[in-house]
């Protein structure tokens, strides 16, 4: 692994990259770094959390030259409000010592005044596909100067619908520029649009997306229902000293909503919750308490923590077992990050264990169960849809692990 003073960074990046006690690069980051830097077409595949962020900013940085020129040049295309702003945050504090103008943009604002910021000139844009596409349809922005494109978190933008969007940017674009993708997993989706739009990137693979990351320690826990599961998840984080920043995953915004409510009496000023439907200023705070350490407990849906750059996380819950084994690796990917440990527990039921099982096929490991202790209550108490998915069962046969 290569430090950072190795490569050819100019004096002003790296003195940025000093601030930000950056030292030696991820996989991800050596690997790619020069390949950008060629203007080569690329594909880069690696976990959440191997600093993909950093590994294009660099690069694009160092052979961006000053321009008084008002449209921009680089477009990164992200998933969600909260990566814009946290790539613009990225690119900012990477721009210290330069002279460079990065404007973000996403729905759920003022499109007017990011109009306004617009008309002022921008060397970099970091948006959402759909906020960007309204912006250049209106003419509030000139995309034919571009000559890098990046589009982070692939497969998340496809799972979010985005791919007539793409398309549609697509048009609006030089055919000359250089093509620059992250993603986290290779699906159909993205091997189709690649092979469609972008045929001749060269794809560099840092790690199998079923790869366990050898500084996160799992267990699991059979479960027999939700409000089981929540009893188990109250004793477990009382333990303060130990989990100390929470991660905790569910399935859906309901059932967010619902764990929040269920957690609330017992950490009240010590748990937050994000997902698509809260207004984009809850959001914001929510994470902001978070990543400041005000409140130590995240619950959170698959799509909107993608890609979020939240610093030493000591534990993921994955409340709920993921349908998708490769988002178990995506979540677990939110710990253990910059060499510091990290654990994952997954939380199954009956009905879910067939999805434990994919994911434990997927990494070719066998989780390790771990008891239920014995003061943790195992009720009978169902939920609405657990009710209706045992027919006229009120209550189904509970057994302890």
């Known amino acids: 692994m290569s430090h950072f003073s190795d490569i050819n960074l100019n004096k002003q990046l790296q003195n940025a990259v000093s601030d930000l006690e950056l030292t030696k690069q991820t996989p991800i980051q050596e690997k790619t770094f020069s390949e950008i830097l060629s203007g080569t077409d690329i594909v880069g595949i690696a976990q959440t959390g191997t600093g993909k962020t950093i ?26 409000r909260e990566l814009v702003v946290q790539v613009v945050e990225t690119m900012e504090s990477l721009t210290e010592y330069i002279s460079c103008r990065i404007v973000g943009v996403y729905g759920g604002t003022n499109i007017n005044t990011q109009k306004i910021k617009l008309q002022d000139g921008a060397d970099v844009v970091v948006a959402t596909p759909g906020r960007l596409y309204d912006l250049a349809l209106c003419r509030a922005l000139q995309l034919k100067g571009i000559k890098k494109l990046v589009i982070d978190e692939v497969d998340v933008m496809l799972d979010l619908g985005f791919r007539f969007q793409l398309i ?89 909503d619902r764990l929040f409510e269920d957690l609330e009496e017992f950490f009240i000023s010590d748990i937050a919750v994000i997902h698509s439907n809260k207004s984009q200023n809850y959001r914001f705070k929510s994470i902001k308490k978070y990543d400041e350490g005000t409140c130590r407990i995240l619950i959170a849906t698959d799509i909107i923590a993608r890609g979020m750059d939240l610093d030493k996380i000591s534990h993921v819950i994955n409340f709920d077992t993921p349908i998708y084994p490769e988002n178990y690796m995506h979540r677990i990917g939110r710990t253990g990050r910059a060499e510091e440990k990290g654990k994952s527990l997954l939380f199954y039921t009956d009905k879910e264990e067939k999805y434990k099982e994919f994911i434990e096929d997927l990494m070719n490991y066998k989780i390790p169960v771990s008891e239920i202790p014995e003061e943790v209550e195992i009720t009978q108490q169902l939920t609405e849809e657990e009710r209706k998915s045992n027919g006229k069962n009120f209550y189904r046969n509970v057994k302890k692990v």
């Open 55 to 80: 590994a294009y900013c660099l690069p694009l940085l160092q052979e961006l030259s000053y321009s008084d020129q008002k449209n921009p040049r680089i477009l990164i295309l992200v998933p969600t």
């Open 168 to 256: 549609n940017i697509f048009e609006l674009l030089p055919e000359r520029r250089q093509n620059i993708m992250f993603s986290a997993t290779m699906t159909e989706e993205v091997d189709e649009l690649i092979s469609s739009f972008f045929s001749r990137s060269k794809r560099v693979q840092i790690a199998l997306s079923g790869t366990p990351l050898d500084n996160i320690s799992q267990i699991k826990y059979s479960v027999s229902n939700y409000y089981t599961k929540v009893n188990l998840l109250v004793h477990i984080l009382r333990n303060k000293e130990e989990l100390k920043k929470v991660l905790v995953f569910v399935s859906s915004k309901k059932i967010a």
